[in-house]
């Protein structure tokens, strides 16, 4: 039985924060149930760009702030990092305040820029990865997501957080390979099963809504989320905001490869009751993801029947993030004659988001830039 602590939390107070999170820490068993004294703990907080704490993009200071005072006070020696969908982690950091929080502390930045290959023999589809060394410069990972929606799985949570884990620069190449949301989550998945984080503390007290992973809108949840296991935590997460968990594939496929359970039956939840979070208003799209397969048929459907993403140009800071993130060789998006004070050019022709197509519609740029 998967155990979910829910802790109502009205705001980033700080000792609200704290008291709120050694109340979620205790209903799980306490903390020296994760961390033993003298370990070296890797804490990974959500941080996909640099971006300020109030639009609910990355994981909250203060979240941060209260798992690095309770894992010191345990005797644990903490590092923390990511890597940011673009630019350095540092930088990156710095904007979302947990750098503040860390040097408070004097807790170091890992090292997420070098990369270390691996042979993962019990990965599902992914058998090889190149995972940041601080995965392995340290005794365990403690994960730190955000709640959000995310374009193309629907949701992202506990799971996804530690695609954090893959170095910057080679996550696109990902999205190349794997331009569809069951291989995607397939993959996240097997990552999940290599590094393995001990624990998951989910930041709800502010959600994003609508086109996230980052282009959304905050919404106040009031909710700080605790358990070991990531599918059933974004299980639970997805009943309290009226999404059916099997239409999310990271938890569909994380539940077939053994990494938890997205089932009523097998949750225990704990702490506040999960009436008082249920939301049926929170703007995410409901709908099952429909597989695409290619083909003639297929491809010329998709050309003239699904969305597809657009660039409008009276919203354009021309600051280049999308024409960097893109992954295709040549660039889907692009700097006319390198002229970056026009907006950029989107060639759909090229783009692997469209020719793989989801079935899940975009609006703007936003989801394409930062997944």
Known sequence: MSKVALVRCESYEYDTVKSSIERGISLLGGISLFVKKGENILLKPNILMGD???????????????????????????????????????????????????????????????????????????RKFTIAKAVFDNDAVISLPKLKTHGLERFTGAIKNQFGCIPGVLKGEFHLKLPGADDFAKMLVDLNKFVR????????????????????????????????????????????????????????????????SFLKEDIELLGDEFDSFFTDDFKINRKPIKSFNPGFFSGFMNNRFVSKPYIEAEKCVRCGVCVS?????????????????????????????????????????SYCSVV
Do not use: W
């Open 52 to 126: 300020a704490p109030e639009k609910c993009v990355t994981t909250n200071p203060a979240v941060f702030k209260a798992v690095t005072e309770m894992l010191i006070n345990a005797g644990a020696n903490v590092t923390y990092g990511d890597s940011p969908a673009i630019g350095k982690t540092l930088k990156a950091a710095k904007k979302a305040g947990l750098t503040q929080v860390a040097d408070e502390f004097n807790i170091k930045l890992a090292d997420f820029k070098t990369g270390i290959d691996v042979f993962f023999d019990k990965g599902l589809q992914n």
């Open 197 to 260: 984080p001990r624990l998951y503390i989910m930041d709800g007290i502010y959600g994003m809504e609508g086109n996230g992973p980052r282009g959304g809108t905050p919404k106040k949840m009031s909710i700080l989320l605790f358990s070991s296991d990531p599918v059933a935590l974004d299980a639970t997460v997805c009943r309290l905001i009226k999404l059916n968990p099997k239409y999310v594939p990271t938890t569909r496929y994380g539940m077939q490869a053994g990494i938890g």
């Open 325 to 365: 993130m893109c992954p295709a060789n040549p660039k889907a998006v692009f700097f006319k004659d390198d002229d970056k004070s026009m907006v950029p050019i989107y060639n759909l022709d090229i783009c692997h988001k469209v020719r793989a197509n989801h079935n899940n519609p975009v609006d703007d740029m």
